[in-house]
């Protein structure tokens, strides 16, 4: 992970993010999960690898906390407003975070 960030290898830290939270997930300690697993989802939303960070945030929603999920959509509302991230694309992802919303 340190390695990654030094390099600025943003792809190669969203992974090695993953791998961690994993792992602290599976060996019991949920704060280190969460940290990790947030820092992962932070950073397939610079990304833009959305589709990952739904699986992700999905995988793990039970734990993670409740401010994940409104720094993710301002994310993805920044990328929209920077022109990267679609209308449609947008819509999609903030209703697969909150899908109580598209229910409605």
Do not use: Q
């Amino acid at each position: 992970v340190s390695k990654a960030r030094r390099m600025g290898l943003r792809h190669d830290m969203a992974l090695a993010m993953e791998r961690c939270g994993e792992m602290f997930f599976k060996s019991g300690d949920t704060f280190w999960a969460d940290h990790y697993l947030e820092g992962a989802l932070n950073h397939y939303i610079e990304w833009e690898a959305l589709a990952k960070a739904n699986h992700l945030y999905d995988k793990h929603r039970s734990h993670l906390s409740e401010n994940i999920e409104d720094s993710l959509k301002e994310k993805a509302e920044a990328i929209e407003k920077n022109g990267r991230l679609s209308v449609f694309e947008s819509m999609a992802f903030s209703c697969h975070l909150m899908p109580e919303l598209s229910s409605s």
